[in-house]
């Protein structure tokens, strides 16, 4: 079931911040995360509703820059980048080797591949360079990070600097809806730090 979310902005802030929700790829701890979504000029008092689909799509794109269609993906799922008589084709394989991951298997002869998860149409997460005979995994936890960043871009990896910088994981676990409230910040040696909590919650 899809979680409706809320994100208010309840805080003092006076820079125009924006604010990053993504979900890290735990299968790779080394692999750096996708700005999923990018909040921009919601202004104090503001709200920005939004869902979060449990619903995941997989799509692969082949070294000649050719994509693959997004196809339906769910934990355990594992797909192969084959090449068919119509050329590389992302296919279903059946069951993966772990019940928790999606598991993309580049069975190309020749060429590196690289894989996505796509949430909302929007991308979650992505490993480059899968060559032959290898497979990117995906594993996500029912947990989302949030923070205030600058200049980032949707849809982009972000740098480690800016991952390390952000350090709020909230469970969406067993939540039908919930407001995110977004307290803190404000100009002057008083300010606090921004600080991101779960309201209202309804469970499912």
Same mark, same amino acid.
Do not use: H
């Given at each position: 079931?899809?979680?409706?979310?809320?994100?208010?902005?309840?805080?003092?802030?006076?820079?125009?911040?924006?604010?990053?929700?993504? &979900?890290? +790829?735990?299968?790779?701890?080394?692999?750096?995360?996708?700005?999923?979504?990018?909040?921009?000029?919601?202004?104090?008092?503001? +709200? @920005?509703? /939004?869902?979060? !689909?449990?619903?995941?799509?997989?799509?692969? $794109? *082949? $070294?000649?820059?050719? @994509?693959? !269609? &997004?196809?339906?993906?769910?934990?355990?799922?594992?797909?192969?980048?084959?090449?068919?008589?119509?050329? *590389?084709?992302?296919?279903?394989?059946?069951?993966?080797?772990? !019940? %928790?991951?999606?598991?993309?298997?580049?069975?190309?002869?020749?060429?590196?591949? +690289?894989?996505?998860? @796509?949430?909302?149409? %929007?991308? =979650?997460?992505? %490993?480059?360079?899968?060559?032959?005979?290898? %497979?990117?995994? /995906?594993?996500?936890?029912?947990?989302?990070?949030?923070?205030?960043? $600058?200049?980032?871009? &949707?849809?982009?990896?972000?740098?480690?600097?800016?991952?390390?910088?952000?350090?709020?994981?909230? $469970?969406?676990?067993?939540?039908?809806?919930? *407001?995110?409230?977004?307290?803190?910040?404000?100009?002057? !040696?008083?300010?606090?730090?921004?600080?991101?909590? =779960?309201?209202?919650?309804?469970?499912?």
């Amino acid at each position: 079931m899809d979680i409706q979310l809320n994100f208010i902005n309840n805080s003092n802030d006076v820079n125009n911040s924006e604010i990053v929700i993504f &979900q890290k +790829n735990v299968a790779n701890f080394d692999e750096l995360s996708v700005a999923w979504m990018v909040i921009r000029y919601c202004g104090v008092g503001d +709200n @920005y509703p /939004f869902t979060f !689909p449990m619903s995941m799509y997989v799509c692969a $794109s *082949d $070294s000649w820059g050719n @994509y693959s !269609p &997004q196809l339906a993906a769910k934990t355990g799922d594992l797909f192969s980048m084959a090449f068919t008589t119509s050329g *590389d084709r992302l296919l279903p394989s059946g069951n993966g080797t772990s !019940p %928790k991951e999606v598991q993309v298997r580049n069975e190309l002869s020749k060429g590196a591949i +690289n894989a996505s998860i @796509y949430k909302s149409g %929007k991308l =979650l997460a992505t %490993k480059t360079s899968i060559a032959p005979e290898q %497979k990117a995994v /995906f594993e996500f936890k029912p947990t989302i990070w949030i923070g205030v960043v $600058s200049q980032i871009v &949707q849809g982009e990896v972000m740098n480690s600097a800016i991952i390390s910088d952000i350090n709020t994981e909230l $469970s969406l676990l067993g939540i039908a809806s919930a *407001d995110i409230v977004m307290t803190g910040g404000g100009p002057g !040696p008083n300010s606090t730090p921004f600080s991101f909590n =779960l309201e209202n919650i309804v469970m499912a």
